[in-house]
């Protein structure tokens, strides 16, 4: 089964206390994002990557690193987290063919940083 | 600056009737527009996309028409159902310079009545 797996579901955490969500898709999908959402202002991403290695910076990258080592994974990394970074957070992919590709997305991991 | 806009954040409509969702963009340079259904605690899923060149789709009960001199999409369910009910996004992507984004709007919650 086609899938964007994300994890985990849920996350409990302390301000400064580093951690990571991983994402993970099945599809060879060249393109992966994260997004996150806020109540009020929809969707917002964060990073994105067109390939290995290639990683990209999108709307609110601040307090938020990616790496891109394999084509399937595409972890997030709070290196020092606050708690504005408690969100609902979106990993997505897509075969970066052209711009009407759609984006399949994870389950969400909500994060709160106390 | 909000790129993408969706000005209702809510809209309560009546089992068979027709739904109407509404975006707002700014930017002339958008070559796709896309819409996304999404569920309480799942991830956002594909609706249907129009390019830019097109005024209208049609994907059976759902069709998106775009005003290009308006900077105007709208989202029409005929008839609505009550498994339509969902918040729904508006998104848009560029493919410029070898970069290729997606932009969101804040969302719509559609509650279609039995």
């Known amino acids: 089964e086609a899938q964007v797996t994300q994890n985990p579901r849920y996350l409990i955490t302390v301000t400064g206390k580093k951690l990571t969500v991983t994402c993970s898709q099945n599809m060879n999908h060249e393109y992966m994002s994260w997004y996150r959402q806020d109540p009020g202002l929809g969707l917002r991403q964060i990073y994105y990557s067109m390939n290995v290695e290639v990683t990209d910076k999108g709307d609110v990258p601040e307090g938020y690193k990616v790496s891109r080592k394999e084509k399937r994974n595409f972890p997030l990394i709070l290196e020092s987290p606050s708690p504005n970074q408690t969100s609902l957070y979106f990993c997505a992919s897509s075969a970066y063919l052209r711009g009407d590709e759609k984006l399949f997305f994870g389950s969400g991991t909500q994060l709160s940083v106390l | 600056d909000q790129q993408v806009k969706q000005n209702s954040p809510s809209l309560s409509v009546q089992e068979g009737r027709i739904s109407i969702l509404n975006c707002d963009y700014t930017?002339?340079?958008?070559?796709?527009f896309l819409w996304y259904k999404k569920y309480p605690a799942e991830g956002p899923t594909f609706l249907i996309s129009?390019?830019?060149?097109?005024d209208k789709n049609e994907d059976g009960r759902f069709t998106v028409f775009l005003n290009k001199s308006a900077k105007h999409l709208s989202l029409h369910i005929v008839p609505s159902q009550p498994g339509d009910s969902a918040v729904y996004f508006c998104a848009a992507s560029l493919t410029t310079s070898g970069t290729y984004k997606y932009i969101f709007g804040t969302g719509t919650r559609l509650k279609v009545l039995a």
């Open positions: 129009i390019s830019s060149i097109k």
């Open positions: 930017n002339s340079m958008f070559d796709y």
